[in-house]
């Protein structure tokens, strides 16, 4: 289990996160919505150590993991992907998902290698091994940059906003691609974004983060039955009470 | 399969430059250019490890290779020895490479400049009258009583060969390919399981100490030398220029660099002193315009070879 306990971080006047309380299953998907800078993206940075909260604690099954450098964290099995998508631009393809394995505490040769192919394949992009990850289109960039964090065996994967500028039938896929991830890595993975169709085609629970804190927790529907939530999104006049 | 090829071409490259470095001086009797040649592609190589695997750019490189010869006329006024000096010349400058390692959380210019002024501390530390009794300050050092130039030259083709075969290492291990991620982009690197800090420091140590061996060689040929001759910030721009000539990252990039552009240096040199830094100038100028990066690129475009 992961939890975070009363998590502040503040940028000069601004409070990005304000006392997050929230915790996340060993197995299964959940995902993260809220509006632009409500602070998904922050929760994310300071969980894998890019960001040193101001005050709070994290902890990983019991183990406080607060001031761990983010290369023992993500030996611990937390691994992330980024919103702009951020592979190595000089390594190949297979490179990108090699590092991904090779620097997360697994020394058995054998074991990096079959994970480095199962993930490309799995992601379906084994045609493309051996290009360099800086001559590839923006699709295959989210595919290295998540097939990095796949291929480090994570416990708990934080996918950033993946769906943004896809159409409808590609929201579709990635949504399956998404749950066939989880059910065949058996991990905990956690979707941030603000995509209300791709969150719609998870099927699972919904945060909803509002300035600095989660607001809310529940199913899809019952978080767009939500007043509240329908103010913070659409605004007052749209909300039936 | 790839591998096979890497290591043919690195087997073949260190023959190469045996049978250049024995067969060379009977074609061309000009000992001191093939010594002053071997100097300083052991100093582009080891310049390499720290700008072609990482990305810093020490402009103050100088002092690696200055702190080694003085480390070596140091243990020989001393009489430590020919063998414990030559160590002291690594050894200072591995220490040095330790005094300036906080600097490494400088990134770009800020880096290359903090490290040029570094450079110039080193310079007047050394060069300074009231530490004569250690460095012999602005009157030099003499290392005349160990001077042989045969066993300068064949330790010095050794000393290359190793850092050849260290170069190698970096290029095809997984160490390597770490730091090729963290030049790539350090923050990814960093939440991937790499320390970041840690690589970094061993890249620019091992650079430190084999910078400090060239200096060693350098100071053993002269056998007498001033501040001066050796604290020169001509040999940061050598390491710079024929490094990034040949292709920064590489194994043979640093090699082909420095034999190309240090011949042509040495010939300018030996035929038209009078324009000899300016013919020098013109082509550095010439090269960062139109052949930034270096032969490396021109290979892998009209030849189809990655250069290993």
Known sequence: MLVTKGIWKNFGKLSALKDVNIEFKEKGIIAIIGPNGAGKTTLVNVITGALREDSGKINLDGKEINRLPPHARIRMGISRTFQIPRPFSNLTVLENIRIGSLFSGNSNKREIEEDTERIMKLLGIKSIEGKQAGKLNTEERRLVDLGRALASRPKYIFIDEMGAGLAEGEVISLSKLIKKIQIEEEMSLIYVGHVMKLVKELESPVAVFSEGSPIFQGSFEEVISNDEIIKLYLGDRYAKN | ?308
């Open chain 2, 1 to 308: 399969m790839k591998f096979n090829r890497n290591l043919k071409s690195f087997l073949i490259l260190l023959a190469v430059l045996i049978v250049f470095y024995a067969a060379g001086p009977q074609f061309y009797s000009n000992g001191a250019f093939f010594e002053t040649l071997a100097v300083f592609m052991i100093l582009s190589l080891s310049f390499n490890l720290i700008y072609g695997f990482t990305g810093y750019l020490p402009f103050g490189y100088a002092a690696f290779f200055a702190i080694g010869a003085y480390g070596f006329g140091i243990g020989i006024i001393r009489n430590f020895g020919l063998v414990q000096s030559i160590l002291m010349g690594g050894l200072f400058s591995l220490a040095l490479g330790l005094i300036f390692s906080p600097m490494l959380k400088l990134r770009g210019a800020y880096f290359a400049i903090a490290n040029l002024a570094a450079f110039e501390g080193v310079y007047y530390i050394i060069s300074n009258q009231s530490l004569a009794s250690i460095t012999r300050g602005p009157y030099g050092i003499s290392t005349s009583s160990v001077y042989n130039f045969q066993q300068t030259y064949w330790v010095s083709i050794g000393v290359l060969i190793f850092v050849v075969i260290l170069t190698y290492l970096f290029r095809i291990s997984n160490f390597g390919l770490a730091l090729k991620a963290i030049r790539d982009d350090p923050l990814v690197a960093s939440l991937s399981g790499i320390n970041v800090g840690l690589y970094r420091s061993i890249a620019w140590l091992t650079s430190a100490l084999f910078a400090g061996f060239s200096g060693a060689m350098f100071g053993w040929f002269l056998s007498f030398f001033y501040p001066e001759s050796v604290f020169s910030i001509n040999y940061s721009l050598f390491a710079i220029v024929f490094t990034i000539f040949g292709g920064a990252g590489t194994l043979i990039g640093p090699i082909l660099g420095t034999g190309f552009l240090y011949t042509i240096y040495y010939s300018v040199g030996l035929f038209y002193p009078l324009y000899f830094t300016l013919i020098f100038g013109v082509l550095v100028i010439l090269l960062i315009l139109f052949l930034p990066e270096g032969l490396k690129k021109i290979i892998s475009k009209y030849l189809k070879w990655e250069m290993l």
